[in-house]
């Protein structure tokens, strides 16, 4: 028994007849916990994407207003180079004169008969001169101006292109995070996790189609599937048709952040291009086309109109009918189909 005692206290174990103790080793965390863990890190990637994306945007704007200011520089230094000129003419002219104002020339130059006419010319002299003087400091003003705005777009630029760098970062962090943590998975444990994602996302979409807003949506659309003659579509549903025709025609196609096709695509660059391709120009990033497009109630919703999915807009697909979205899901996925009701919905905004 003492030995044994002893035995147990060099391993650092006292082991007690009858008490069973847990393994020391840290607990195996469960599939569904793994899955949380993955999709949360994916959520992040993909908010940090829609950063990506606007810092994207503001960089690129920021880079054509100092290409026009640069254009507007040149503009202004050709009239100033001009108005020098003439300036220049203009002295030299005084000192060919002897350098004595037109007005006293007159009265030693000027015979009594073209005193007059002197005069005027003298006056219409003075007032060019200080119209090219004002036009001088004008251009001046103008090219100061320029150059403070130039400045100021520099230091915008920079601060974009950091935003945008930063988000790079995280962006690459979280998909690396969640890609180490599925390829800890066994085969067949990535292939439950799998079917977990599937089956949360089925019982979301069933309790979204159970809501009285979505019966009234599939009302609408049997109604209108049966009415249809092919000629009373409005503008609107043509345009919404023909963003749907360019959406669901990438199906297959992989989710790359910060793309926008034509080979892969982001979710918001995916419902950008199906709505250029359709003749409409909208916000680049999921949270601003929430934030600019008008709003519609679920229940009006049609195909074309955009879902926006999360608290923070972060998630974009486009509504194609019978309560089913075409969207780019997330890295390491394509293009594809799946249940409008299958994540968290926002809100419903329609371009056309």
């Known amino acids: ?49 829609d950063a990506y994306n606007a810092a994207s945007e503001a960089q690129s704007r920021q880079e054509k207003s100092i290409v026009e200011i640069a254009r507007s520089v040149t503009a202004a230094q050709a009239r100033m180079t001009r108005l020098k000129n003439q300036a220049g003419a203009l002295a030299r002219s005084r000192y060919r004169a002897g350098g004595m104002p037109d007005g006293a020339r007159l009265f030693f130059d000027a015979a009594p008969d073209s005193f007059l006419d002197g005069v005027s010319l003298a006056h219409k002299g003075e007032q060019a001169t200080r119209g090219l003087l004002a036009q001088v400091a004008a251009t001046q003003k103008k090219l100061d101006g320029y150059a403070k705005a130039a400045d100021e777009r520099w230091k915008k630029l920079d601060g974009e292109r950091k935003k945008k760098e930063d988000a790079k970062k995280e962006i690459e962090t979280r998909l690396k995070d969640a890609k180490r943590l599925e390829e800890r998975l066994e085969e067949k444990e990535r292939e439950r996790l799998r079917r977990i994602e599937e089956e949360r996302a089925r019982e979301a979409q069933r309790a979204w189609l159970a809501t009285e807003a979505v019966k009234t949506v599939t009302l609408k659309e049997a109604g209108a599937g049966a009415n249809a003659s092919g000629s009373g579509s409005s503008a609107s549903t043509t345009e919404g048709g023909r963003a749907v025709a360019f959406a669901t025609a990438q199906i297959g196609k992989n989710y790359v952040w910060g793309a926008m096709g034509p080979d892969t695509f982001d979710c918001s660059g995916l419902t950008l291009r199906a709505w250029e391709a359709a003749g409409r120009a ?53 293009v594809t189909l ?12 329609r371009p056309g």
Not at 338 to 349: H, K, Q, R, Y
Request: proline share 9%; aromatic share 6%.
């Open 1 to 49: 028994m003492a030995t044994a005692l002893v035995c147990a206290v060099v391993t650092g174990v006292i082991v007690t007849p009858g008490v069973a103790y847990a393994d020391p080793s840290p607990p195996q965390r469960s599939l569904e916990d793994v899955h949380r863990e993955v999709e949360d890190l994916y959520r992040k990637a993909e908010s940090a994407t």
């Open 282 to 334: 909208i916000p680049r990033t999921s949270q601003e086309q929430w934030r600019l497009l008008p709003k519609v109630d679920v229940k009006d919703m049609r195909p074309g109109d955009l879902v926006i999915y999360f608290k923070d807009a972060s998630h974009v697909a486009m509504y194609v009918g019978d309560g089913t979205m075409v969207h780019a899901p997330r890295p390491g996925r394509q």
């Open 338 to 349: 799946a249940g409008a009701g299958s994540m968290p919905i926002l809100g419903v905004v």
